[in-house]
């Protein structure tokens, strides 16, 4: 299985900064890397596919990069509504992995 | 627009089994595959299986073969996961998710709990 490895585990930023998260797979996985946003309590949200295509709808603040095992996603500008915890996902191969989430908190 | 609801919370006893909905709307049913992920509390998200609503094998993580079931009603547009044999490491939020162009997640159910307790 393919292991996916995101650092920092936890993150505290303000409104206006800009936070970078980044995501490790264990193989080349090319660019199948995907981004999902969660809040409590609530089902995750798409951000990315392909490392770095946004889903419809998701604001050009969020950006991703990378390609082969090392992966990041950029918040520019945080808001209130960007907090909570972000996770990535290979879906090069089963079965499906994620990394085990960024907790990005209000400072 | 894309939709994905799914059945209410269902709290079960060890050992039993559980049978948990996502109904599609806003597409072509058979023309997407559906996932499963799960969510233990507290926890990260974890990929349960795929079905292809269209026909064709499902597939399954590991650790649920052999107590996982995957099934479709096309004439419903609905899917579902069956789980048998729960233990209280099984009690999770479900979610359904649909695989879009792009062969990424690009929808969400908002997510079944199944609590499984003595």
């Known amino acids: 299985d393919i292991q996916m490895t995101q650092s920092p585990s936890s993150l505290s930023a303000s409104v206006g900064d800009r936070v970078t998260i980044t995501c490790r797979a264990s193989?080349?996985?090319?660019?199948?890397l995907a981004w999902f946003h969660q809040k409590p309590g609530k089902a995750p949200k798409s951000l990315i596919y392909g490392a770095s295509s946004l889903q419809s709808g998701v604001p050009s603040k969020f950006s991703g990069s990378g390609s082969g095992t090392d992966f990041t996603l950029t918040i520019s500008s945080l808001q209130p509504d960007d907090f909570g915890t972000y996770y990535c996902?290979?879906?090069?191969?089963?079965?499906?992995?994620f990394g085990g989430g960024t907790k990005l908190e209000i400072k | 627009q894309v939709q994905l609801v799914q059945s209410g919370a269902e709290v079960k006893k060890p050992g039993a089994s559980v049978k948990i909905s996502c109904k599609a709307s806003g597409y072509t049913f058979t023309t997407y595959f559906i996932h499963w992920v799960r969510q233990a509390p507290g926890q990260g998200l974890e990929w349960v299986g795929v079905?292809?609503?269209?026909?064709?094998?499902?597939r399954f993580a590991q650790r649920f073969q052999g107590r996982v079931t995957m099934t479709r009603d096309t004439s419903t547009s609905t899917v579902y996961l069956d789980l048998r044999r729960l233990a209280s490491d099984d009690t999770a939020v479900y979610y359904c998710?649909?695989?879009?162009?792009?062969?990424?997640?690009?929808?969400w159910g908002q997510g079944t709990l199944v609590a499984v307790s003595s």
């Open positions: 193989q080349d996985i090319s660019n199948y």
């Open positions: 998710t649909r695989e879009g162009d792009n062969s990424a997640f690009d929808s």
């Open positions: 996902q290979q879906y090069s191969s089963y079965p499906l992995t």
């Open positions: 079905i292809n609503p269209g026909g064709g094998p499902t």
